[in-house]
Nanobody
Framework: QVRLVESGGGLVQAGGSLRLSCAAS????????MGWYRQAPGKGRELVAT???????NYADSVKGRFTISRDTAKNTVYLQMNSLKPEDTAVYYC??????????WGQGTQVTVSS
């Protein structure tokens, strides 16, 4: 099990930037995959970005070119840099870790609100 704590959410105007952080309770060096999902009001949870053990990234089409996922293994932290934010990016953002293929651990979420 990996405990995850997200931070960095908040209120920002359209076109602005935020950086979300996900601090893990143990070393992320050997975690299979980590990622970010989001859930907007009245909608299901959707993939935003993932980063696997080998450093390969994957992004939802809606955020490609605007969001960047990265990690700092020394700090056991994964980041989501969000630029050129749009009102439709408003959601609760969740960090997820897959220590193994059949295990997933979720954080509590952090609210991101983008005003127009």
């Amino acid at each position: 099990q990996v405990r995850l704590v997200e931070s960095g959410g908040g209120l920002v105007q359209a076109g602005g930037s935020l950086r979300l952080s996900c601090a893990a309770s143990k070393s992320i060096f050997s975690i299979l995959t980590m990622g970010w999902y989001r859930q907007a009001p009245g909608k299901g949870r959707e993939l935003v970005a993932t980063l696997d053990f080998g450093g390969t990234t994957n992004y939802a089409d809606s955020v490609k070119g605007r969001f960047t996922i990265s990690r700092d293994t020394a700090k056991n932290t994964v980041y989501l840099q969000m630029n050129s934010l749009k009102p439709e990016d408003t959601a609760v953002y969740y960090c997820v870790a897959h220590p193994t293929a059949n295990v997933e651990n979720w954080g509590q979420g952090t609210q991101v609100t983008v005003s127009s």
